[in-house]
């Protein structure tokens, strides 16, 4: 949220304590009265005039994060208070919905396009200029085969690939040479291999996995996190943001809540 996007959401909710703000909304709109604070008639006039506003941008502000607007009253407390209160101000949104409404930062206003909308068209709009090769089609229907000996034979439709596979429940997700983007299920994902998995804490774009063939026809697998706040750890170990791991076979991969076991073969 720019700037004078912010000053125009939080007067056009003046007095609208409900729902939630993000951090940009909030000190874009302090910034806002800092500035006009600077010309001392102005500063009275400010002072009453947007004493609503500025106290109700503070309490969605609150909510963002999961905390209840009462948490203002921490602010009569001398020099902790307001520590306190900044450091929640400071705190990035709760992620997805939480008691006070949906994310602000992942669900915008009606006609507006989301965060998620917006990588998943810039991905579309490189998809051209990327080789590689498509991953497995699965379904969660199992197909049944007969044999040449009339025996009837049950097989899943989920299976592996050559270049490793992710297991959860049983079934696997094969990964494909190259860059593999993993995360959970959802109808607009642009994620290439989607968990199915009611796990929140999982993103829609969690980590990838680069599968890469070497000249010797060895493969090396590695593994690094997307852009997000939701942590991935392999074998007890959390993955940093700046860190690529080489996986090894039959590796633990947790994504928010969720593990998968890393098969190469």
Not at 130 to 144: G, K, N
Request: with cysteine; proline share 3%; hydrophobic share 35%.
């Amino acid at each position: 949220m720019g700037f004078f996007g912010a000053i125009k959401s939080v007067l056009s909710k003046y007095a609208t304590f409900s729902g939630r703000a993000r951090r940009s909304e909030y000190w874009f709109f302090v910034l806002f009265c800092i500035l006009w604070g600077w010309i001392p008639i102005v500063n009275i006039i400010l002072l009453l005039v947007f004493l609503i506003p500025s106290l109700a941008v503070a309490v969605r502000r609150l909510h963002d994060i999961g905390r209840s607007g009462w948490w203002l009253f921490i602010n009569f407390i001398p020099i902790l208070g307001s520590i306190v209160l900044l450091v929640f101000y400071c705190t990035d949104s709760e992620y997805g919905d939480n008691q006070y409404g949906p994310n602000p930062k992942r669900r915008g206003q009606a006609g507006s396009k989301s965060i998620d909308d917006v990588q998943y068209e810039n991905l579309k709009s490189h998809a051209g200029s990327i080789h590689r090769e498509e991953p497995m089609a699965f379904s969660d229907r199992t197909v049944y085969e007969e044999d040449n000996h009339d025996e009837t034979v049950v097989k899943s439709a989920f299976q592996g690939s050559k270049y490793g596979s992710l297991m959860l429940d049983g079934k696997l997700y094969g990964l494909s040479l190259g860059r593999n983007i993993v995360g959970r299920y959802a109808s607009t994902s642009p994620a290439t291999i989607q968990i199915q998995t009611d796990d929140l804490y999982m993103s829609r774009q969690h980590c990838i996995i680069d599968v890469q063939s070497n000249s010797d026809g060895t493969l090396t697998t590695t593994l690094r996190n997307y852009k997000n706040k939701n942590r991935t750890i392999i074998d007890g170990q959390i993955v940093g943001n700046e860190v690529e791991v080489c996986l090894l076979d039959d590796c633990d991969i947790t994504m928010g809540h969720t593990t998968v076991r890393y098969n190469k073969n």
